[in-house]
Nanobody, 125 residues
Framework: VQLQASGGGLVQTGNSLRLSCAAS????????VGWFRQGPGKEREFVAS????????HYADSVKGRFTISRDNAKNTAYLQINSLKPEDTAVYYC???????????????????WGQGTLVTVSS
């Protein structure tokens, strides 16, 4: 599976963005998809994940209520809707795929076998 993240950009505080993660290859619809981010000088951190069916989602406490993860398996694409952006959301956002649909380690980077190249989100104050 190859992943391509897109949709990042420079936005002002309070605005919204929708990130996309397009997948190529088979079996994407059975994978868990996660979004992670890495801010300047920080470690990569979990943001959100969604199960293969789209019915199960998990979020980091720091983004609950502002971020929404979704997926369209027919389009082999996952999304991350980001609302009410804050300067501290500035980071490179990565999507990742975990081929184990029953993995309980959705918040751990090492659980994901496939990674996109990242898309930069910069939030100006």
């Amino acid at each position: 599976v190859q992943l391509q993240a897109s949709g990042g950009g420079l936005v002002q505080t309070g605005n919204s963005l929708r990130l996309s993660c397009a997948a190529s290859g088979r079996a994407f619809d059975s994978y868990i998809v996660g979004w992670f981010r890495q801010g300047p000088g920080k470690e990569r951190e979990f943001v959100a994940s969604i199960g293969w069916s789209g019915l199960s989602a998990h979020y980091a406490d720091s983004v609950k209520g502002r971020f929404t993860i979704s997926r369209d398996n027919a389009k082999n694409t996952a999304y991350l809707q980001i609302n009410s952006l804050k300067p501290e959301d500035t980071a490179v956002y990565y999507c990742a795929a975990d081929p184990d649909p029953f993995s309980g380690s959705y918040y751990i980077t090492s659980a994901y076998d496939y990674w996109g190249q990242g898309t930069l989100v910069t939030v100006s104050s």
